[in-house]
């Protein structure tokens, strides 16, 4: 079994808890996948669960161009023994946002989770899908219509509920990203046990 755990907050309309959603969807449907949704509030209460998991999927919004306030206050306590002592190494880690903004300053949000991940020493994995929208025949229905490769970037109008915003084309790319997640993780985890037994000694 691979664990994996969705580690993420949601304050203002819910939209990025929609997008959480959509990652554990995505991620169930490799076989021999357990997916969890942590909120960062509670997350205090669930160390052994972040320690046991073999991947850790970050979303916040984007909140003044970076990471919500509470969702950094959590990844702080990383900077005591996860930190020191390497207790997240060879984790695999994403992350995903959503902002109001076409842009919102989402990249920056992303590439904060890139270095709270990397201090921790785990291995980002971006997003597969090509770029959507790119051109004249591109739409707003386009998969990652944002073009964005380092995680999940989704764009939710700052007046529409989480019923219907973010579209149903980012909810769609999530989905496609907590699967790749949940592939690539699946393949790690094999390949390390195929190597420990390489390694143990014949009986
Ligand atoms: C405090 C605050 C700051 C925000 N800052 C930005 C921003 O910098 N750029 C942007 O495009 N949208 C911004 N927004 C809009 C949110 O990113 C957007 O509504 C998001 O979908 C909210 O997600 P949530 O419902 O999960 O909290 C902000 C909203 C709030 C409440």
């Not at 959503?98 to 992303?110: E, H, I, M, P, T």
């Not at 997003?127 to 229905?141: F, I, K, M, P, T």
């Amino acid at each position: 079994m691979v664990r994996i755990t969705i580690l993420y907050y949601s304050n203002f309309r819910g939209q990025t808890e929609k997008l959480a959603l959509a990652i554990q969807r995505g991620a169930q449907r490799v076989p021999g996948t357990d997916v969890q949704l942590l909120r960062v509030e509670d997350a205090e209460s669930h160390w052994q669960r972040l320690h046991d998991s073999d991947a850790i999927v970050f979303g916040s919004p984007t909140y003044i161009g970076s990471v919500a306030a509470r969702f950094k206050q959590f990844i702080e306590l990383l900077s005591g023994d996860v930190w020191l002592k390497r207790m997240w190494v060879n984790k695999v880690a994403a992350g995903f946002t959503v902002s109001a903004g076409r842009s919102g300053d989402k990249l920056n949000c992303l590439q904060q989770m890139v270095i709270f991940a990397a201090q921790m020493g785990m291995i980002w994995v971006p997003v597969r899908l090509l770029g959507g929208n790119y051109s004249s025949q591109g739409s707003e229905d386009d998969l990652n219509r944002m073009a964005g490769y380092i995680g999940v970037m989704a764009q939710a109008n700052i007046d529409e509920p989480a019923e219907i915003a973010p579209p149903p084309s980012d909810i769609r790319t999530a989905e496609i990203h907590g699967e790749h997640v949940a592939e690539v993780t699946r393949a790690l985890v094999a390949g390390r046990r195929a190597l420990a037994a390489e390694a143990a000694p014949a009986t």
